[in-house]
């Protein structure tokens, strides 16, 4: 058993495909078992490099929940205390390094030379996310350390940054109708269409994200001249490339994975209450792992998506814009007998700004800079994190104050606006990983109905 400051604690190891370690499984449901698990939180980080990274967000984030408890405690589902335990997915992610994180200073780089570069950090963690793709990584980095004027060198990074998102699915297009899900549309949606920045003009795409990043004020400031902006353009395509692979995996290894042990846990501990919570990739992880959950199966009391990075259409039984399609997840918020609670933030601008962009398909870029300059006004690739679950009957919404404070909804799509607490972090990326927070763990607490 890993060790951090709540016990007891369980590592849930999952490689790409959703397969988990040798014997924590077992070691895992052995553990619950014999002792005497009334309640399991359960939660998946999102981007990041490193276990060691993982396991300390656990360990911060966890860190107020036996106070939380020990002010309001209750009862269990059989009438005596709770006796809860910890769980931290463990999956393999990356975090591009010169995204800050909140209360995590030893992650943040050196200062960083002028002009979009990719540091070793970086490197290394692409070289993970791309196994056998160590050549052309080397060569990416080498053109942004040069920043060539010749249009064909674009082009290249571009066609690079494509192959590289291909071969991590098998060499697939990125949008191909053999991996669905990643648009977070239900698989009866037929193929779907790929994303611009996947198909598009090399110079236009990596010129929207430059002029993106440059209004929202994200851009670097020694970025001055218009070579240097589309380069600054181009490495933004590549973080967004490679998050999309991030995003592909999380569904991967919720259905596949989580889904699959969370049944094996129900049939184990048929008492045994389940509270599932996930940051940014991580919240699409938890919330795909419903769809592999046996449909006999109520072991899942809560799911708290924090900031998550996908679609909020997900749960939508059908589109608004598109009344014949309906989201990846439709319903099966119903297989949680509890609420499902959506945190989001005004001050995310992975979410609000940079996640959109990339998610816009094909032909919808000649919008980008009119009327509206971001896109933001329109809905259709909008994500959780951002402004909650959309399009689904019934959904609550709470400020983080009223849901801490005021009645709590026992079930259901809840929407909380937690921009008070979640408000701190720079460019790229902004709040997006500002999410340790006593306010967060008792949200956490209040969904699973474990505290007053």
């Known amino acids: 058993m890993a ?45 990041n490099n490193t276990r060691s990274m993982a396991t300390g967000l656990y360990d911060r984030f966890f860190a107020p929940f036996p ?40 992650e943040r780089p050196p200062a960083a030379a002028a002009g979009p570069l990719l540091d070793p950090g970086t490197l290394a963690g692409l070289a993970v996310v791309f196994p056998g793709g160590e050549a052309v990584l080397d060569r990416l980095a ?43 549309l239900d698989p009866g949606a037929g193929e779907p269409e790929e994303p611009t920045m996947f198909s598009g003009s090399p110079e236009r795409v990596c010129a929207r994200f430059a002029d993106a990043l440059a209004l929202a004020g994200l851009a670097r400031s020694e970025l001055s001249g218009a070579l240097e902006r589309l380069w600054g353009g ?30 094996e846990l129900a049939g184990a501990s048929p008492g045994l209450r389940i509270h599932l919570a996930g940051h940014s990739f991580g919240g699409r992880l938890v919330a795909f792992a419903l769809r592999g959950l046996p449909e006999r199966a109520r072991c899942v009391r809560s799911v708290t998506l924090l900031q998550g990075a996908f679609s909020h259409y997900a749960f939508a039984p059908r589109l608004p814009f598109a009344p014949g399609l309906a989201g990846a997840l439709k319903e099966l918020q119903h297989r949680v007998d509890g609420p499902v609670v959506c945190c989001h933030s005004s001050h995310d601008q992975a979410l609000g700004v940079l996640y959109p962009l990339a998610s ?6 000649d919008s980008l800079l009119g009327l509206d300059p971001l896109g933001l006004s329109d809905p259709r690739w909008g994500a959780m994190g951002h402004d909650g679950v959309q399009a689904v009957p019934g959904t609550a919404a709470l400020a983080l104050d009223r849901a801490l404070t005021g009645p ?24 997006h990983s500002d999410i340790c927070h006593r306010e967060l763990a008792r949200l956490v607490l209040l969904a699973g109905r474990l505290v007053r």
């Not at 209750?74 to 999956?91: D, E, K, N």
């Not at 692979?245 to 889904?259: D, H, I």
Request: proline share 7%.
């Open 408 to 431: 709590f909804p026992a079930d259901g799509c809840v929407n909380v606006d937690a921009s008070a607490v979640i408000r701190r972090g720079g460019p790229p990326s902004g709040a």
């Open 142 to 184: 080498e053109l942004l350390e040069r920043r060539p004027a010749d249009p064909a060198r674009l082009a290249e990074f571009a066609a690079l940054t494509r192959g590289l998102v291909a071969r991590g699915r098998g060499g697939r297009a990125a949008g191909s109708a053999a991996d669905p899900y990643v648009h977070d």
């Open 234 to 263: 181009a490495l933004e395509m590549l973080r967004q490339g490679t998050y999309w692979e991030m995003k592909r995996r999380a569904g991967t290894v919720g259905e596949a994975g989580l889904g699959r042990l969370l049944g």
């Open 67 to 106: 106070t939380v408890l020990a002010d309001a405690p209750v009862h269990s589902a059989t009438g005596g205390p709770v006796r809860l335990g910890y769980g931290g997915v463990i999956w393999p992610s990356m975090r591009f390094t010169d995204e800050p994180i909140p209360d995590f200073p030893s």
């Open 3 to 47: 060790t951090i400051g709540v016990q007891p604690y369980w590592e849930l190891m999952f490689d790409a495909e959703g397969d988990m370690a040798p014997g924590e499984r077992d070691a895992l449901v052995r553990g619950v078992t014999e002792k005497e698990i009334t309640d399991l939180v359960v939660f998946a980080h999102g981007w």
């Open 360 to 365: 816009r398909i094909t032909g919808d870029m």
